[in-house]
């Protein structure tokens, strides 16, 4: 059973700072991992799709990293901003079943 | 396209009482789930479908029913419910997960159970 687990589970830092959030998963027979973001109150959003064979991706401030064979992802954020404030949830795929953390709940400070 | 819609954005349901939680999406996927988010716990999978016709259970699937008439509609049904129900469902789409595919998002489903 995939069990997924990111660190930490909460993380405040001031404006302007780089960031690293961390996702491990058990099961590394993956076919992509997916990392979204949660504002309060709201719905998923897609930030970055990694596919099994890729290592990184990345989206202007975003970059994303795969390493399937340790059951690691980390999503770095440079150069934070308070918009960046949200819950970021990441979500390894297996199997049809696609099983999500429990999220990094990150407040920029202004 | 409109992409994945749910409705009711709000519900109030009192226990014992049925409803059915609708999710449709117009992008032709064939992989639709139904997750639950409650506080702490993260989001959990309730049932998942591969296609029309077939459905399976996720993580959490006691108290609901689901099924996959067709492509784009994908019902999720408490028969009973009960005050442990009471969350935010999401239901999502994507092309099949093995072709490594973005799964995308409703908007949610704010049910309460009183």
């Known amino acids: 059973k995939q069990e997924v687990t990111q660190i930490p589970a909460a993380l405040s830092v001031p404006e302007g700072e780089n960031l690293v959030l961390n996702c491990s998963f058990t099961?590394?027979?993956?076919?992509?991992l997916q990392w979204f973001r949660q504002d309060p109150g709201k719905g998923l959003t897609s930030l970055l799709l990694?596919?099994?064979?890729?290592r990184e991706q990345t989206s202007g401030r975003l970059n994303a990293s795969l390493d399937k064979s340790s059951g690691r992802s980390t999503l770095y954020i440079a150069a934070s901003q308070p918009g960046d404030s949200a819950t970021y949830l990441c979500?390894?795929?297996?199997?049809?079943?696609?099983?999500f953390g429990k999220g990094t709940r990150l407040h920029i400070l202004p | 396209n409109a992409g994945v819609t749910q409705t009711p954005k709000f519900q109030v349901l009192k226990t014992g009482q049925s409803m059915t939680l609708q999710c449709a999406q117009d992008m032709n996927h064939e992989y639709m789930s139904w997750y639950r988010q409650d506080p702490g716990m993260g989001l959990r999978l309730i049932h998942y479908s591969v296609g029309a016709g077939i459905t399976d259970q996720g993580e959490v699937p006691n108290g609901y029913n689901v099924s996959r008439s067709t492509t784009e509609d994908f019902p999720l049904r408490l028969l009973s419910a009960a005050p442990s129900q009471t969350s935010v469902y999401f239901c999502?789409?994507?092309?099949?997960?093995?072709?490594?595919?973005?799964?995308?998002f409703g908007p949610g489903t704010r049910l309460t159970v009183t």
């Open positions: 979500a390894p795929n297996r199997d049809d079943k696609i099983i």
């Open positions: 099961d590394s027979a993956i076919y992509n």
């Open positions: 999502a789409s994507s092309r099949k997960p093995g072709q490594g595919s973005e799964q995308y």
């Open positions: 990694i596919q099994s064979s890729q």
